[in-house]
């Protein structure tokens, strides 16, 4: 069991690991070639279509690089959060908490026939949302809405994910 886990974060932090190197070679060339692209000021309300793909596209130089590595923390989190034992691919059975949480929490906001989302509310509420990958799955809205959080940009997090994140790090707090 130990081993399988461990197995598990190793593989985990060499993807991590793989992508931290080559975002870092990016952010070079990039400022070899004097200077990055313009840090996106988008906001909601402004046109769908320039929304920026990825939440690094709201920072600049190795900030990049730090989005993209909580973007990734993120992703460790809702695997391991109060984690009981592996998972059963197949029949979703024995989920990590937080996975279940999160995709109840995204299917009931933007999928779900609760009274609120009638009439393509889904959709507008996608269209809140600060960047297009996040709009993708739960566990990349949750990603996007963390790295953005712990950037210090909880204005670009969903508002619902802000809560759940400050109640998980309320609770490691006092753990
Ligand atoms: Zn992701």
Redesign the pocket.
């Known amino acids: 069991m130990i081993a399988a886990e461990s197995r598990e974060l190793v593989t985990a932090y060499k993807k991590l690991a793989n992508k931290e190197f080559k975002l870092r070679g990016t952010i070079r060339t990039m400022e070899r070639q004097g200077g990055g692209e313009p840090v996106s000021e988008w906001k909601v309300g402004d046109d769908i279509k320039l929304r920026p793909y990825t939440n690094d596209k709201y920072f600049s130089g190795i900030d990049k690089m730090r989005s993209t590595l909580y973007?990734?923390l993120?992703?460790q989190v809702h695997q391991m959060w109060k984690k009981n034992g592996r998972r059963y691919i197949g029949n979703r059975k024995n989920n990590p908490p937080l996975e279940d949480r999160l995709s109840s929490m995204f299917f009931t906001k933007f999928h779900g026939a609760a009274p609120g989302n009638i009439g393509g509310r889904g959709i507008e509420r996608k269209n809140q949302l600060s960047t297009t990958?996040a709009t993708t799955n739960e566990?990349?809205w949750f990603?996007?809405s963390f790295s953005a959080y712990m950037m210090g940009r909880p204005d670009l997090a969903d508002p619902d994910l802000v809560k759940l994140i400050e109640e998980l790090l309320d609770e490691a707090a006092n753990a």
């Open positions: 973007h990734e993120a992703h990958y566990f990349e990603a996007e």
